[in-house]
């Protein structure tokens, strides 16, 4: 029986020819990963059984980006266990404040991630790397505190979901489009344990920005991880920025399916998910008026420099409505410098928005623009689950980067081709 | 490793807050924990739930958050293994990983009633229902998964073979 893309990577880091679903295996990390909320935990776990070294300083990324820079006492304490311990274990990838990002928009921007790695995370949106053919999940805390020991992490290798994505998406759809249209067609546990494997001649169309995009909301329907067939655009986008080995892995032709899935991405309109579950999806024409109180532009799904410009393409010349807060955070120091010298920060200033250094913030309901009971939000984050961005009584609304601006201006959840008339 | 237990059970989708309600997460302490679990479905749960005792779910136990308090509370009522129908993907590594024995037996889940009387032999993977004189055949773990249970934890073995 032939292997989908996932299995092979799987094969190759546990050492055996071949693997099949519901094996148990062990396989070797190429990169472990924390943040300022699971990475003290598992320091604490690392640290209880007396172990004294890390299996290597260059194969562990500790990324405070959830309350930083600190946004209380408590968070500040908790990044400082995380920095003396890289300090103590020379663990080379710590991101102080004025190098950070958030975590999964950092690490491949900086070439710590590539074409065929096994990456583990604390941190259940690792699985965006998928988007680079990595085969990336998110786990506890004591899995990372054992992959720091070891360097090996336990794994039951998954069936696996094809996607052929095909047609070239229109101009206002977006990664953001895609995914949401199909965690809404298979739901939250659409994809429970499995590989999400997206392929067809539609990817020629999505950037890598796109990408990163979907396969970050592959645990939004239930996925262990979510991969994307490795292309010219992948190899290029490495190539810019990483000079670690990379392997690309193909499916074979008889790698077996649980399901295949054929999506026209031609035919699909911006899309969002309403409160208070990802899967509760529909296109933007299909809403009456929701007035709404705020817009956050950024996160680990849709921060990236692609996202700042289609941002900026709809504020250009435009001014947030009056009853509207709109918080741009673009996700790393790189796509911050990105935006200042295409004069970005310009357009979105003087449409009134505000502007925000690197932080994952609003999205999970820490800081920079926490909402109040009643209120509503078009975010382009990845969760609007009940109390997500804060009050219980408050309501997220998940949408691209084009539809979160265009809302902004009008005040309601709207589409961009309503503005461009 | 054997388990001999009387079993509890629930139905489908036993999330993560029903089994240890956020409000108690200010500690890690197993035997906190333990005092609130299940509290939110069945009050009479830490009262009635005696060690060695054996709790049986239906589909998706352990959805929701990623919290490792869940299997921890769990494990410190004294419940020696979990079956279940399926369950959710962080608690099923966080469970093997805390040293909770878990399996997968929809057949054996719906042949199970409160109460019966189970035997669970983790190396053969089987399970005997002596209430109703079935034996049921599940997966077995590998080798290495059976070593982490058996030494109480994932980071307990890695300290063993240290
Ligand atoms: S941006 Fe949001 S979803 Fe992404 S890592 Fe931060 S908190 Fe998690």
Redesign the pocket.
Known sequence: MGMTMTQKILAKSSGQKSVTPGMLISAKVDMVLGNDITAPVAIKEFEKIGAENVFDTEKIALVP??FTPNKDIKSAEQVKLMRNFARKMGIKHFFEIGQMG???ALLPELGLVTAGDLVIGA?S?TCTYGALGAFSTGVGSTDMAAAMVTGEVWLKVPEAIKFNLIGKPGEWVSGKDIILHIIGLIGVDGALYKSMEFTGDGLEFLTMDDRFTIANMAIEAGAKNGIFEVDDETLKYIAERSSKPYEVFTADSDAEYVNEMTIDISKLKPTVALPHLPENTRTVDELDDIPIDQVVIG??TNGRIEDMRIAAKVLAGRKVHKNVRCIIIPATQNVWKQCMKEGLFDIFIDAGCAVSTPT?GP??GGHMGILAEGERAVST??RNFVGRMGHVKSEVYLASPAVAAASAVTGKISSPESLMD | MNYIGNVIKYGDNIDTDVIIPARYLNTSDPKELAKHCMEDIDKSFVTRVKDGDILVGGFNFGCGSSREHAPIAIKASGISCVIAKSFARIFYRNSINIGLPIIECPECVDETNEGDKLKVDLENGTIINYSNGKTYKTTAFPEFIQDIIKSGGLMNHIKSKK
């Open positions: 980006d959830h958030v975590e999964h941190d949106h996160s680990c994952c999205c999970l984050t990845n």
